[in-house]
């Protein structure tokens, strides 16, 4: 909730990385703060909100979750486009989606013209870890 006579600043913000990498999950822990262990791939892109109350501004975070599956590659302009801040995910188990995480970091080099900040734009690498069970 926005504290009276706070500055309010309205930020999109935009999760990039290939499929199974956590992106979700991430989204739903910052904004609801849960975690699901089996969560289902999201389709397309999903959307959620986020309110932080600092002392010198409130932020509003319009995040969009888009779908790691490559048939979906082609709609991420859509969404990153006019963004404030961009978060590659990747799997430190897996590398290629390493490699894929510097593509996605190429692009949005390339892609200026659709961000907020044309020369600047706040770009986060965030690494994830999937746990593989091993049954006795």
Same mark, same amino acid.
């Given at each position: 909730?926005?504290?009276?006579?706070?500055?309010?600043?309205?930020?999109? #913000?935009? +999760?990039?990385?290939?499929? @199974?990498?956590?992106?979700?999950? #991430?989204? +739903?822990?910052?904004?609801? @703060?849960q975690f699901y262990e089996n969560q289902e791939p999201t389709i397309?892109?999903?959307?959620?909100t986020q309110v932080l109350s600092l002392t010198e501004a409130t932020v509003k975070f319009?995040?969009?979750?888009?779908?790691?599956?490559?048939r979906y590659h082609s709609l991420a302009p859509m969404y990153y486009r006019g963004a404030a801040a961009a978060v590659?995910?990747?799997d430190i188990s897996n590398k290629d989606t390493f490699a894929r995480a510097k593509k996605w970091v190429q692009e949005l080099q390339r892609q200026g013209e659709y961000l907020q900040y044309k020369k600047t734009v706040l770009l986060f690498i965030l690494f994830t870890f999937s746990l593989v069970y091993v049954i006795f």
């Open positions: 909730m926005a504290r009276p006579g706070n500055k309010i600043i309205q930020a999109k #913000l935009v +999760l990039l990385g290939d499929m @199974g990498t956590g992106k979700t999950s #991430l989204a +739903l822990r910052f904004v609801k @703060g397309g892109a999903a959307f959620f319009d995040i969009w979750d888009t779908a790691g599956q490559e590659v995910v990747y």
